[in-house]
């Protein structure tokens, strides 16, 4: 046996070290990856007569080969894939099972090394790597222990990259989801406004009916009736939106608060949150605390500027309410125009967005609450919530 058969246990261990460098760099996304798997293999034992990755992904079966040359083989790939695949793209051959590719290699007539990698409900990945049958004990050893490492490796990085499009998958539909509730809770002011001109315009229309001559009387019923159904919609919708919140339970604001700020400081903005010591829990769903604090921030930011002072989060209790207080630097509000903030034909302060300032109001009277807001002395606005903390009696 000479010693150009295969790389020497202390070999092996310098290309141990090599190995999450190089398995890491094979498993960038790419089509390829799988003959670039098979490269790695190559690198750390490059006197192996064969060298192959099998990646099963999302019901697809990819391989690479590369021969004793180091030159890829797309045929042979082909006939190590369909070896070790069956229906569906699963591995159908255990790792001490190896007869059916080594039938397949009559030109090789070496040792086949097998690893398998089967994650629970992902990727699966062969590895394979063909020894030379005059082999020192010694060499051969090496050979397994360096394609057991890249192995493990490979199973890690995959069990990583499945985590995170898992992790990604779930953003993605939170995101999605949370981008529904907001536009559902933007448009409850709308209804409610929709509905209140509904109903006096119905009203003027019962007073017309009383004063136009009899002929024209009838178109105005037909009004009537198409009013009253679509007011018959609007209040039905209301009805199953309010049936399908969710159930209230005590929660802490500044357990919401810390995520949302931080949050709004990921995304570019300057918050300062000042947290009051032991602040009552609130009677409150987590999702509508979120809401409301993230649509009064938000306004808080685009109010001040880009280029604007830092916004200010309070929380504090006043009697038996707990209080939140956000305040910015953005222009003031007319005097004669305070109490309309949060109305939805209420006056638009520069920066904010009249229907997330309707929907801060509608989701403070879900929670038995209210909000203000109030100019402040050195300039700015601050813009005040104040709900009952958790075991006040209802209102």
Not at 185 to 203: R, Y
Not at 242 to 255: G, N, Y
Not at 348 to 367: D, F, I, K, P, Q
Request: proline share 7%; with cysteine.
């Amino acid at each position: 046996m000479g010693d150009t058969v295969g790389p020497k246990l202390t070999d092996a261990l310098a290309a141990l070290r090599r190995v999450p460098e190089l398995i890491d760099a094979a498993l960038q996304p790419s089509a390829d990856r799988p003959l670039r798997v098979a490269g790695v293999l190559r690198t750390v034992w490059p006197s192996a007569a064969l060298s192959a990755c099998l990646l099963v992904d999302d019901g697809q079966a990819r391989a690479g080969l590369l021969d004793d040359r180091g030159a890829a083989r797309a045929d042979q790939a082909a006939t190590f894939r369909a070896a070790f695949t069956g229906l569906g793209g699963t591995l159908r051959c255990q790792p001490t099972v190896r007869e059916p590719w080594q039938r397949t290699q009559t030109a090789l007539d070496h040792l086949l090394a097998v690893e398998e990698i089967a994650l629970p409900g992902g990727p699966h990945a062969l590895l394979a790597m063909a020894v030379d049958p005059n082999a020192s004990v010694e060499e051969a050893l090496a050979g397994q222990a360096l394609l057991g490492a890249c192995a493990q490796r490979l199973a890690l990085g995959l069990t990583q990259e499945a985590r995170d499009q898992s992790r990604r998958a779930h953003q993605d539909e939170r995101a999605a989801l949370s981008a529904l509730a907001y536009l559902g809770e933007l448009a409850g002011p709308v209804a409610h406004e929709f509905n209140n001109f509904l109903n006096v315009l119905l009203l003027h229309i019962a007073i017309l009916e009383q004063e136009v001559p009899p002929a024209l009387r009838p178109e105005l019923e037909q009004i009537t009736r198409q009013g009253k159904d679509v007011a018959g919609v609007i209040r039905q919708w209301q009805l199953y939106r309010r049936d399908r919140q969710a159930t209230p339970h005590p929660i802490h604001w500044e357990q919401v608060l810390r995520r949302v700020v931080e949050e709004v400081i990921a995304g570019g903005a300057t918050v300062r949150l000042h947290l009051s010591p032991e602040v009552p829990p609130i009677l409150a769903a987590a999702h509508d605390l979120e809401r409301l604090s993230r649509l009064l921030l938000g306004n808080a930011v685009a109010a001040a500027g880009p280029d604007g002072d830092p916004v200010h989060v309070y929380t504090g209790t006043a009697a038996s309410n707990v209080l939140l207080t956000v305040r910015d630097a953005g222009p003031p509000i007319p005097l004669d125009a305070l109490t309309e903030v949060f109305e939805l034909t209420g006056p638009v302060r520069e920066g904010t967005n009249r229907l997330e300032l309707a929907a801060c109001r509608s989701l403070a009277r879900r929670l038995q609450g209210s909000v203000r807001a109030e100019n402040l002395s050195q300039g700015g606005v601050a813009m005040i919530v104040s709900l009952p903390a958790a075991g006040t009696p209802p209102r």
